[in-house]
Each structure stands twice: as structure tokens, then as C-alpha cells.
């Protein structure tokens, strides 16, 4: 058992990996915090003090959670990587990406895609032991309001409460959906690993866009209304909007949300979503069940 600190752990997939942690009986904590688990408040723009944390908690392992998609957020992360490479006691560092760790070229299409690459370029110089998780995109996000999770709303090409959809290309690409509390028990396996790899996958279920569709149609019992985003269209920055994603709008701009899901939309057609089953983290642990999307969807909407 290592000392793991979560950065952004009260929030998102970081609550999930607190959550998972607190119920794996191989971990302990003596915290009398709401939480489960000690709240430790630090400076992410001091290394010294970030180091010196590190060093009084004796951390073995960092897992950083922290919204990259949010301008200036980076920051914060490279000087939490800086204070790891550091600290004599931490020795390992899980990079925040939680959808895919896709090609550079890839990366620096999103709006704030050069923080993500900043950081897989600044963990290269450290003698850490780095990954990132690859999940495809969360399953939850389509059972959302009626499914138990930590993580905001988003809407992706299926939008379940409207039935709407706007598939980017062919519809014909596999994609990974995952769900955030099946992404955090692989989080806490991987800890008593004795090797990472830089690509750490985890499948909960992979299918294409068309396939999808037909399910959520089957919970809803209702045909949806579905459109389809040229590869043209999403190189533009463009998409069909749906109605879900217009509550996005008041803290995001429509300019910059509709950039970063034509982005996203764009990666399916060139099938970065689609991860190598043989390679999976669930090969290593089958014992770990994982949430499928017809279980999901009806689940959540199967009545409504």
C-alpha cells in the first residue's frame, strides 16, 4: 500500500477515485473529512510548497484530475509534475486526460489542447513513472440525470432527454464508452501494478455511433431525430447543435463549445477513440466489472 494523493480529488473523476479507494479494503484512512478522506489544501503556483506536501505526506503516487479544458488549469499541473520530479518520496504521476492521450497533432486542435501537450512533454524530462488513462468518452454523460455520478453534465452527438443526435461522419467508427465509477476501481487496481505503461485503456463498452443510436432509441421507445456531421463540416469547427448543449452557453462561449465537440467529432472519424481490446487494463483485471451501454441507457431512461 503507497501514500496516493488526488489532485482535484473533491470533484469529477477525482471524487470517483476517492470514492474507490475509500471502498477498497486493501486502503486505509484515519480522515474524519465528509469526504473519506484527508482534504489537504495547497498553492499550485508554488513548487517549493507543492514539494514540501508531497515530501510531508511521504506520496508515493500523484493522480491528477484537474480540468485541462479550462484555461490556465495546465499551470497548475506542470508545476504539481515539477514538485513530483522534486520530491525524494513520490516516484509515480497519472497525467490528466481521461478521455484519450491522442497524437500531438490531434491534441493541439482543441482550444486549450496545449496544456495537455505541455504536460506529456514536461513528465518526458522527469525520471517519473508516468500514464495516462484512456476511456473513450464517459457513459454516464447518457444517463445523466438518472444515474449516480460526480461528473457535469455534457452532450455529445446522442442527446438522450431530447432525442436528438448528431453523428459525426459515417456513423460507421467505433467508439469507447466508459463510466467514471468503473474507470476509478482500474484507477486504484493499477496502483499495485509494478509497471506502467505511458497508455493506460480501460473499455466499459465499444460500438459505433449508428449502434448507439438504435439503443438509445430502444430505452426511449421512440425514434430519434438524427442528422449527420460531415468530416468537412467538423473541420470547420462546425456542428449540428443539439438542444442539450445550449445550457453550455452561459458559462462557455457557443463559439468555443461548438469548436471543441467538432474536434471531438473529427478524432471519431479518424478513429482515435478506438482502442486495442488486447491492451485493455481489463485483460488484467477481469474480475472488475464494467457497465455496458445497453445496461446504461436502460437503466437510466427504460419508462421515461
Known sequence: MVNVAIAGGTGGVGRAIVDAIKDDPRHTSTSSEDLGLPIIE??????????????????NTVISTLALHIHGVGEAQLNLIRAAEKSSATKRFVASSWAVRAAEHYVNMLPHGYQHVAAYAELEKTNLEWTAFNIGWFLEYFGMPHVKTHIQQTTFVVDMANKTASIPGTGKQLMTFTYSLDVAKFVVAALDLPKWDRDTIVIG????????????????????????????????????????????????????????????G?????????????????????DIKVTSVKDMLNQSWKGK
Open 42 to 59: 495547497v498553492d499550485y503556483e508554488s513548487v517549493d510548497s507543492l514539494t514540501e506536501i508531497l515530501e510531508k505526506h511521504n506520496v
Open 205 to 264: 463498452d465499444k460500438m459505433t455511433w449508428e449502434d448507439f443510436v438504435k439503443l438509445a432509441e430502444e430505452a426511449r421507445g421512440e425514434k430519434f431525430t438524427v442528422t449527420y456531421d460531415s468530416v468537412e463540416k467538423l473541420q470547420n469547427g462546425e456542428i449540428t447543435e443539439l438542444p442539450g448543449q445550449v445550457a453550455a452557453y452561459s458559462y462557455f462561449p457557443k463559439e468555443w463549445v461548438q469548436k471543441l465537440f467538432s474536434v471531438f
Open 266 to 286: 473529427y478524432w471519431v472519424t479518424e478513429g482515435v477513440f478506438d482502442f486495442p481490446d488486447e491492451k485493455a487494463l481489463n485483460k488484467k483485471f477481469p
